[in-house]
């Protein structure tokens, strides 16, 4: 009997859409590669991540903890322990996937899968060859780190996401190419630990698809955390030594100089893992490498659906797979199903200080042809981020000029990932600067910045 869904992939779409399947009673497998659930996002991306940023900001505190009267005498990391609790957090959560896989009758099946066409899918593993039939296909397959050209990892000097993670001392030297989202949160982790941190982007600033205010500020702030960031220009002949890498930096003025490092975090974005999973054998369309999908995440081949890193067009986040998945799923079993807003959809940074976003950028808005009015709160005016010590930052709204709509909120700042929350709710919900000027903020809370940034888009801010 055919399944009514095989899931390839257990990334956060993956997995998800297989549990949502079960829970509207579809017969439903899952089938993963990977000895352990989670995909990228839990085993070697999202989370282990996030466990060494909060061992970071722990350890930053202890590092500056006399300006608040606690005197730590020799506080000392130990970093196999930092990276046992990073392990063991991926262990529970990925555990816990599969416990929720198996409350939702969800059928999990180890091997690479291939799609055969027609509704097949070929698994291959150490146990043989099985082909099993469906009605519905979701290909979540993901994606991985880009490599630069001639170049390959390795767990001592050249590295990606994955062996970084891996690393069992902090190293004393790191050079990071790329500052997007990867490079950056690397660079705030280790720099906190000690590291000499070298940034190299070959774009005109950091983290290039936020607001240019928002990566002007996160400059400014790495700089006074003594990282070093080299934007507009080029890492060029690396080379590998007994005792590190060395290359050639090219700065956008020109000017050569020669850095070396005992490691090197390439960290230039991901590639969608669409190859070699039988979709010559489908209708399955490509744009440079994605797959396309329509509003339901349907591709050409009719059954099949893609969601998360392989879809051409969206964000690769994991937060993004995951509605997809839900998306897709709800078409195939006659729910309502509400197509992705691109509009909605938050993006957060997990530096310190860390960025928050949604919606437009002022460049973005402005280049649509909208009149926009512009509100800035700094965090220097909040009480809250002033006792925790983290005042850096500024919450900037992007509306419109005639109506108040709300086109787009940028943060960045002390927990600037959780505060954008309320701006994606107040967005969802299509309300207007005017009703979240109304809308009575908690004192004292890192949030009410959020309330005061609305009010100084009509230049009512009280405490700036």
């Known amino acids: 009997m055919p399944y009514d869904l095989v899931v390839i992939g257990s990334g956060p779409g993956g997995y998800s859409a297989a549990i949502r399947a079960g829970q509207y009673g579809l017969k439903t497998a899952l089938v993963e590669k990977q000895a352990r659930l989670g995909g990228t996002c839990l085993l070697v991306g999202c989370i282990p991540t996030k466990s060494l940023l909060q061992t970071a900001d722990v350890w930053d505190r202890f590092v500056h903890s006399d300006a608040e009267g606690i005197h730590c005498e020799n506080p000392r990391l130990e970093y196999p322990k930092v990276k046992d609790r990073k392990d063991g957090i991926v262990t529970k959560h990925s555990k816990g996937v599969e416990m929720l896989l198996k409350r939702a009758k969800v059928e999990r099946i180890s091997g690479y899968a291939t799609l055969m066409g027609g509704g097949k899918v070929e698994v291959k593993s150490d146990a043989g060859v099985q082909t099993l039939e469906a009605k519905n296909i979701i290909i979540a397959t993901g994606s991985e780190a880009r490599m630069l050209p001639g170049m390959q990892p390795d767990p001592d000097f050249i590295l990606t ?8 001392a902090v190293p004393k030297s790191l050079i990071i190419i790329g500052a997007g989202a990867v490079g950056v949160e ?4 280790f720099k906190r630990f000690g590291t000499d941190v070298t940034v190299v982007e070959m774009l005109p600033r950091v983290v290039p698809v936020e607001d240019e205010d928002i990566s002007k500020e996160l400059e400014r702030c790495f700089k006074k955390q003594k990282i070093r960031v080299e934007t507009g220009a080029r890492a060029e002949n690396i080379q590998k030594t007994d005792t590190g890498v060395t290359l050639t930096l090219t700065t956008r003025d020109g000017k050569q ?7 090197l975090l390439v960290a230039v974005g991901r590639k969608p893992n669409t190859e070699n999973i039988g979709l010559q054998n489908t209708k399955v369309e490509l744009d440079r490498g994605f797959i396309k999908v329509d509003a339901h995440q349907q591709t050409a081949e009719p059954g099949v659906y893609a969601i998360g890193d392989v879809v051409a067009g969206t964000p690769q986040l994991a937060h993004v797979a995951t509605r997809e998945g839900m998306i897709a799923v709800a078409h195939m079993a006659g729910k309502p199903a509400v197509p992705i807003n691109k509009n909605r959809i938050p993006g957060c940074t997990y530096t310190e200080p860390g960025i928050g976003s949604v919606g437009l950028t002022e460049a973005q808005a402005k280049a649509q042809g909208r ?9 220097a005016g909040n009480s809250r981020a002033t006792i925790l010590g983290h005042h850096e930052g500024f919450i900037k709204v992007v509306a419109d000029e005639q109506y108040g709509e709300i086109l787009g909120v940028h943060i960045i700042g002390p927990e600037g990932f959780e505060l954008v929350a309320e701006a994606v709710a107040a967005m969802e919900a299509e309300a ?8 009575i903020h908690a004192h004292p809370t890192l949030y009410e910045a959020v309330g005061e940034a609305f009010n100084a888009v009509y230049g009512l801010s009280i405490n700036a």
């Open 257 to 263: 100089e020669q850095l070396s490092a005992e490691k």
């Open 186 to 189: 690397f660079a705030s982790i």
């Open 371 to 379: 009149k926009v009015k512009v509100g800035k709160f700094p965090f």
């Open 161 to 168: 996401n994955i062996e970084i993670l891996n690393l069992t």
């Open 432 to 439: 207007t600067v005017e009703v979240m000027m109304q809308t």
